[in-house]
């Protein structure tokens, strides 16, 4: 018999104070905001298409491996929460998924894509923000990326933090507050703990190849879907 036992989400934040999703709620959420800018032909999503998005190779700071049980399980608590609901269209064969972030907290498209690629890639600078929500929105300035930053941390509950600038470094990271104070933390404990750490041992050279090739990856997999959008 299959097991349909979803999985436990690696780290539950228990904060009453401000959002506390878990790991999978995020990713979950963040796909489906996503997925709304760049695919919206074919938003809502099914658990099949979502599955997909979530366990994307690309785009996905860290990758994940979730199983439908797990996915449905998901947007159950996020539907309780109301960050999710169910569309019933006619005819369709399966029910589909959308998110209800721009009600819930009355969020701008610009506000949204800022959100949503802090969720999906984890602490960032203004630069990489701006250069990785070019397919969801497309800011014109690093001032216009730094105007949204702010709008979001000015939200009650905050929903974005400046990171204190870790040593060596030029720029300011931002991350998602949507798992709680204490995961943005922790998150930045880790981050400066590998940038403390030794880059001339093998291990930092191959981690720093593999970003490497993430980062081109990325950059073919973008470049494909807008030659594919040609013959649409």
């Known amino acids: 018999m ?71 399980a998901t ?28 009600l819930r907290h009355s969020l701008t498209p610009p506000m949204q894509a800022v959100l949503t690629i802090l969720m999906l890639r984890g602490p960032q600078t203004v630069g990489e923000i701006r250069a990785r929500c070019e397919r969801m929105h497309a800011f014109g300035t690093p001032a216009e990326v730094e105007d949204v930053l ?23 990271r931002y991350t998602h507050l949507m798992s709680g104070e204490a995961a943005a933390q922790q998150s930045h404990s880790f981050e400066a703990a590998e940038q403390a750490a030794p880059r001339g041992s093998r291990v930092g050279e191959l981690e720093e190849e593999v970003r490497r090739l993430r980062q081109q990856l990325e950059w073919l997999t973008n470049e494909f879907e807008e030659f594919r959008k040609q013959f649409q």
């Open 75 to 102: 947007l159950d608590r996020l539907s309780e929460r109301g960050l999710v609901t169910q569309r019933h269209q006619a005819g369709a064969r399966v029910s589909k998924w959308e998110h209800q972030i721009r």
């Open 150 to 172: 702010e709008k979001l941390g000015d939200k009650y509950p905050p929903m974005i933090v400046q990171l204190p600038r870790a040593p060596g470094t030029k720029e300011a």
């Open 2 to 72: 299959t097991d349909t036992t979803p999985d436990l989400p690696a780290d539950a934040s228990d904060s009453k104070a401000g959002f506390d999703l878990d790991d999978f709620e995020v990713r979950v959420l963040a796909v489906l905001i996503e997925k709304s800018f760049v695919t919206p032909d074919t938003y809502p999503l099914s658990v099949n298409a979502l599955v997909t998005g979530c366990n994307q190779l690309t785009g996905r700071e860290p990758v994940m491996n979730l199983s439908e049980a797990t996915v449905l």
